[in-house]
């Protein structure tokens, strides 16, 4: 009997993807319907579903990170409410997407898909080349609305740090760190929507709270525990490297 996860932050959009599922594919058996990408992540790797039906934007941990940290383990099937150039980069690899909201035709045209794929035993290919096609499109804001430099407050002062000196940043429930070589300043942005005004690959997110700018690293490294942490040129901190986010350093 084949296997599933759902994930989606909507109730209603995830309930409603069960239903239809229901109607089209009645052996298909739901493992579980999460809320997050965190949970979705938890519940590939604990229950080893055939299929995880991702949104591509959910908090924290999107869809498009779920499927790199899953690293192959089930087929991926986005959903995603978006219909814009970036459903192009789905033409670079096999693998499929739901636009909402879903039809019952056109999840049939996906299951089909599946159904034949699981037959034949053969996984989606090209899965990384998918995955950086659609962070370029769905990320990238226009040149215009890039962040070019952080106005960042130290105690009574108001600090400014030019966009590509920043080496990290950081956050906590309330701020995020603003880190350079020499100074450091805090600010109320999150690390979500630090991400709306950076170009594309100008941070690596490493961790749910922590993105680094990859000219910063001077290395990564593993301790006895598999734990990765990344080294910076020009900084004394090490910065942990959460299991999500393991894929960027998987040569190692």
């Known amino acids: 009997m084949p ?29 579980a319907e999460c809320e ?5 992540l938890d519940a590939i790797v604990k229950l080893q579903p055939d299929i995880a039906f991702l949104d591509i934007r959910m908090p924290e941990i999107n869809g498009l990170d779920v499927a790199r940290a899953s690293d192959g383990k089930c087929r991926v099937v986005f959903t995603t409410a978006y219909d814009n150039h970036a459903i192009e980069a789905f033409k670079l690899g096999a693998i499929d997407y739901l636009l909402k909201p879903i039809t019952e035709e056109r999840l049939q045209q996906t299951i089909t898909r599946i159904q034949q794929q699981l037959e034949a035993g053969a996984l989606p290919q090209n899965l990384m080349q998918v995955m950086a096609a659609l962070d370029q499109q769905l990320r990238a804001p226009q040149e215009a609305e890039r962040i070019r430099w952080i106005s960042a407050s130290s105690g009574n002062t108001i600090k400014l740090f030019p966009i590509e000196e920043v080496l990290f940043f950081e956050s906590d429930l309330r701020y995020t760190r603003v880190v350079s070589a020499n100074d450091e300043g805090h600010i109320r942005t999150s690390i979500k929507d630090l991400q709306k005004g950076l170009a594309p690959e100008q941070f690596w997110q490493i961790h749910r709270s922590i993105m680094v700018n990859p000219h910063a690293i001077a290395r990564a490294r593993r301790d006895e525990m598999g734990n990765i942490f990344v080294e910076l040129k020009n900084h004394k901190e090490q910065l942990k490297v959460s299991q999500t986010y393991a894929w960027r350093f998987k040569s190692m």
Do not use: C, F, Y
């Open 36 to 40: 997050d990408g965190g949970d979705a």
């Open 3 to 31: 296997t599933a996860i759902i994930a989606d932050d909507e109730d209603l959009q995830r309930h409603d993807l069960k239903r239809i599922l229901q109607i089209v594919w009645p052996e298909l058996r739901i493992l």
